[in-house]
């Protein structure tokens, strides 16, 4: 046996006999395999690849503490049949994509597709599509956002909006809304400026299905390195 062979299956991605009575279930390297792969699919960047609960540091702050738990509550609650989304806003480098792609590792561990993508990358493609030498069309980029189960919107107001943008932005979301599929966001945006952004309509409709939440901490980028 290889150094690179499953000791429990024998890589055969199935663990227990049922000729010997035990339930036969798929071992934990496939569940792991199935869930790197479903990772990479989600769209998370090789730079927020390594992002989990465990290590996020959750005594920067009395906020981040709470942000960390919140999140937690999500993952712990998700397929119980009311999933509800995150808004985490707050200054920058308080961790707000380090907790919602650590979230969206673990929903996807639990079973559950997902889709990152921040705003000014979802501009940009769907721009993109209205070039006609493009292949991809919006609506195969609204299709993408629509069909997972979770979707992961970083950096929503980092860009000075546009009737184009705020169009957009509403059309993804209010798809969203009525399919009652969650959605998680970070915005470095405070909820009274969030509002100028999107719109009171829109807002509404975040909060009624969102959980905000503020994450107030030490900018990271600038800590000394420990």
């Known amino acids: 046996m290889s150094d690179d062979t499953c000791r429990k299956c024998g890589d055969t ?44 540091d959750t005594g920067v702050s009395e906020s981040a503490r709470s942000a960390h738990a919140a999140c937690l509550e999500v993952v712990d609650s998700y ?30 561990e639990k079973g559950a597709s997902g889709r990152f993508i921040s705003t000014p990358a ?6 993109d599509a209205m070039q006609p030498s493009v292949i991809e069309s919006e609506t195969e980029v609204f299709n993408e956002l629509l069909g997972v189960d979770v979707l992961v919107l970083d950096e929503v107001g980092a860009q000075r909006t546009t009737d184009w943008k705020f169009e957009k932005l509403t059309d993804l979301l209010g798809l969203r809304y009525e399919q009652a599929s969650p959605v998680m966001m970070t915005t470095n945006l405070s909820q009274e400026q969030l509002v100028g952004y999107i719109g009171t309509r829109l807002m509404s ?15 990271h980028r600038l800590r000394p390195a420990s």
């Open 205 to 219: 409709r975040i909060k009624h299905v969102c959980r905000c939440v503020e994450v107030i901490a030490p900018d």
């Open 79 to 108: 397929g119980s049949g009311v999933d509800r989304g995150l808004l985490l806003h707050g200054p920058p480098g308080g961790g707000k994509t380090h907790l919602l792609v650590s979230t969206l590792h673990a929903l996807i």
């Open 13 to 56: 991605g199935f663990v227990g006999l049922e000729s010997a009575g035990q339930p036969v279930r798929r071992c934990e390297c496939r569940l792991l395999a199935i869930a790197a792969r479903r990772c990479h699919a989600a769209g998370i960047p090789p730079m927020y690849a390594q992002m989990q609960f465990d290590n996020f």
């Open 122 to 127: 979802l501009f940009r493609r769907l721009k």
